[in-house]
């Protein structure tokens, strides 16, 4: 049976997709052309991928999946997105690498496909979308294979205090939004509605625990890794951004590297 909620969020995203393929935000044009939509942090995190496997959760239209492609990994990607995974396949043909690319959504993929891999990797606006943190990390660990290792580099759960400070890092309950602005093209409102889930960085973490994964390290950034709003600025060539202000005093970026041994 569905999630009622994580269905919602699926016709969001299908609504959502093109406005991001076709945003310079994103890099599409770039891995097209040969090159990569990967950043810094995730690049050191897993180091050198040639002949791996990797599933990439959560992969929207695959510019990450693909980007590890040309990196040298096998890759797979999933994502609840219909369309989402329509505009991965048509960047396989376009870029001529090789992804299979899986509509799924992440907290009923248990048992979808039967392969484990080296490497699972999710980035960058993901865990929100999530409606229960524990069944997440047992998706996770079920598809490392023995020795393998998990990255997740996101946004803080601290950033919701960042753009609302009446909103609580504890919330239990989701956030229900109707007619937000896209977030990264701005004006255009996303008419479908949105679904937020907060998790606290001590849930992640527990969830990681008790799915059996051995936490390697974890680490927390001042910046963010999209331009917010115009006002937003970057030192490093527009991967990772600062608010006006500069940096910030808490963190608006959490990474968590993670084994199955
Ligand atoms: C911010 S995007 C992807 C992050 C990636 N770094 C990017 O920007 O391309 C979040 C993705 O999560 C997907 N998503 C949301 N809920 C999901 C779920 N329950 N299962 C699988 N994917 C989901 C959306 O369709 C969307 O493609």
Known sequence: MPHPDHEKNRAAWNEMVDLHVNHMEYRTQEVIDGGSSLKRLELEALGDVKGKSLLHLMCQFGLDTLSWAREGAEVTGVDI??????????????????????????????GVIDE????????????????????????VAHYLKPGGTFYIVDGHPMEVLHYDPGMSYFAKEPERTVGQPDYCARDTKIMHEQVEWQHPVFEIVNALIQAGLTIERMDEYNFGYYKVEEDWYSEDGGHYWYPPGGPTDYPLLLAIKAKKL
């Open 81 to 110: 997105s219909d369309m989402s995974i329509k505009r991965a396949n048509e960047m396989v043909q376009k870029t001529g690498l090789e992804g299979e690319f899986i509509r799924c959504d992440l907290l009923d993929f248990i």
């Open 116 to 139: 484990k891999f080296d490497f699972v990797y999710q980035s960058y606006g993901t865990h929100c979308w999530l409606s229960d943190i524990f069944k997440w990390a047992e998706v």
